[in-house]
């Protein structure tokens, strides 16, 4: 087993391999894929009906493109010289992908919530994703030039510091390292807590009650079923009801005893097809109605498609046979604590699917009205997040190293982010040029 020393010393020379100040430089590569055909490829994989609202958010805004355009940046960062430092990467570490969500013992937490891309990769690639957010999210918002990048540089810092301390701390003290939803309000400037406070509000009352409420009615003998909303809801037919109980048994096998135990106490109401996000859509995903002890006590989970990582055609591939458990076994290593319900299954034509509960105290940030100040603050926020998470999963003390005393890395990824937003921005046009000369069909969102 390596000491310290040694683990610092393996950091240090990941800077002769890439130094931290080259990590600044943004130059497409000559063979940098055409953005447009990237997102197509990926469609050709996806529900057809459903891949025009898929480009009809992400035209909606630079920011929603950058949401939708994983695959675009992955294969940008996979063309750069990268650290060989690998933590647990999220593979999709923007702005919107952190948020906070209840913990089994119902504590409120703020953490990286989403793992659809989640894949071993160098520490870097999360880094400049979540930048590359931050000035996206800034310029939209009507930030300088200057402005976008100081918040994407207090984003880096964040990371740096948290990640240095971390370093310093036992390996049970990360391990159960966390961001409570109640400390929040005192790291944010005092005009800012009471809109913080009515975002924790609003979040804690996104449970499955609320869902139940919202997305179901009973019908003339009294059953309870999901309300269509086409194309965003839409029930099942008979046979896929069926083919969802087949599967409902696969995906029972991989929970803990006890959950299994607990799943049991369900029983199954309805199921239907739910669009969610942005990048997500025209994947297939499902939600499912249960029923526990009465008709008071609902559980809906989500069933949703996982393909191949974006990341995997730039690193080792995943480990796992399952594209589900690639998913789940990520989203448990780097989370502070995660949801009961997480497992996979296959599903129809073998393809691969997670669960999880549709509305567990989830909440995200309305990042697009936030002021110059509070985007600061939630950057700095995702930057502590970042690094929690990355010293779960990786060397904390090689990469401590690594990034140094100093601010040169945050300095070098602050550049990064502000000329990779000039980047995104060519493409987001690109995307409403294809869509004005009709290439590319764009619905609107529902």
Not at 157 to 162: D, F, G, H, I, K
Not at 215 to 225: I, K, P, W
Request: aromatic content about 8%; proline content about 5%; overall charge positive.
């Amino acid at each position: 087993m390596t000491t310290p020393s040694e683990r610092a010393a393996r950091g240090r020379a990941a800077r002769k391999r890439v130094s931290r100040s080259s990590h600044g430089r943004w130059i497409p590569s000559s063979q940098r894929p055409d953005p447009l055909e990237v997102l197509e490829r990926q469609a050709r994989d996806r529900l057809p009906d459903l891949v025009p609202l898929r480009y009809g958010r992400m035209a909606a805004s630079p920011f929603a493109f950058l949401r939708g355009a994983a695959a675009v940046m992955a294969a940008d960062l996979g063309a750069q010289p990268d650290t060989g430092l690998t933590v647990q990467l999220c593979g999709d570490a923007h702005l919107l992908n952190f948020g906070v969500y209840a913990s089994p013992e119902r504590t409120l937490l703020f953490d990286v919530n989403d793992f659809d891309e989640t894949l071993p990769g160098p520490f870097e690639w999360d880094v400049k994703r979540l930048a590359a957010s931050v000035t996206v999210a800034a310029l939209q918002n009507g930030a300088t030039r200057p402005k976008a990048r100081r918040a994407a540089l207090v984003a880096v810092e964040s990371y740096r510091t948290s990640m240095r301390r971390l370093a310093g701390l036992g390996e049970l003290t990360v391990w159960y390292e966390r961001i409570a939803a109640d400390d929040l309000p005192a790291l944010v400037h005092r005009g800012d807590r009471a809109r913080l406070e009515n975002r924790l509000a609003r979040a804690r009352r996104r449970t499955s009650l609320q869902a139940f409420a919202k997305l179901t009615e009973a019908d003339a003998t009294g059953h309870r079923h999901f309300v269509e909303d086409p194309p965003l809801l839409e029930r099942t037919t008979d046979i896929d009801r069926i083919t969802l109980g087949k599967v409902f048994s696969d995906y029972r096998s991989s929970l803990a005893e006890e959950r299994r135990l607990l799943l049991d106490r369900y029983r199954f109401l309805d199921a239907a097809r739910k669009v969610v996000g942005v990048g997500s859509v025209g994947t297939r995903c499902f939600v499912l109605l249960l029923e526990g002890r009465d008709e008071g006590d609902p559980l809906i989970l989500q069933i949703k498609e996982a393909g191949p990582s974006v990341l995997e055609e730039y690193l080792a591939p995943t480990a796992y046979p399952h594209q589900g458990q690639r998913v789940v076994c990520g989203q448990r290593l780097v989370q502070a604590a995660g949801d009961i319900f997480l497992g996979w299954m296959t599903g129809p034509e073998q393809r691969h699917f997670y669960w999880r509960q549709l509305r567990d105290m989830k909440g995200s940030a309305e990042v697009e009205t936030m002021s110059p100040a509070l985007l600061r603050e939630y950057a700095r926020l995702c930057g502590r997040a970042l690094a929690r998470a990355h010293a779960r999963s990786g060397d904390r003390v090689a990469i401590a190293a690594y990034l140094g005393g100093s601010d040169v890395f945050d300095r070098a990824v602050a550049d990064f982010a502000l000329a990779y937003a000039h980047q995104n921005a060519d493409d987001y046009a690109a995307l409403g040029a294809a869509i004005a000369a009709g290439m590319i069909t764009a619905a609107p969102d529902a």
